[in-house]
């Protein structure tokens, strides 16, 4: 879309676009990627994530569980730790606790 700036690319598909332009969970790793991932990168978790939910059946009132997705989230933008925790991906659901 040329239309929008030229400056933002977005960090994990390189798509130049728009950035999120928010914080979408209150921590430093959620700046960040409000500020440097686009919209689509973030649908695209939010969908991985209920997966996550659904598949360890996670309890996301449970704030050790958010550390679980945080750590998850890291690798799925920034490649960082190990490999994206193994999931049935026919699985789904509609979780939204992020506000
Ligand atoms: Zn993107």
Redesign the pocket.
């Known amino acids: 879309m040329a239309l929008f700036g030229e400056k933002f690319k977005?960090g994990?598909?390189g798509?130049k676009t728009e950035p999120m332009g928010y914080a979408p969970i209150p921590t430093e790793l959620g700046q960040k990627i409000g500020a440097e991932?686009?919209q689509?990168?973030w649908k695209e978790w939010l969908q991985k994530q209920n997966q996550l939910i659904n598949h360890f059946g996670i309890d996301v009132s449970n704030p050790d569980s958010h550390e679980f997705l945080f750590d998850n989230m890291k690798i799925f933008f920034y490649n960082e730790g190990v490999e994206l925790a193994q999931i049935d991906t026919s699985q789904e659901g509609k979780v939204n606790w992020w506000g």
Do not use: K, T, V
Request: glycine share 12%; with cysteine.
């Open positions: 977005c994990r598909c798509q991932m686009c689509g990168c």
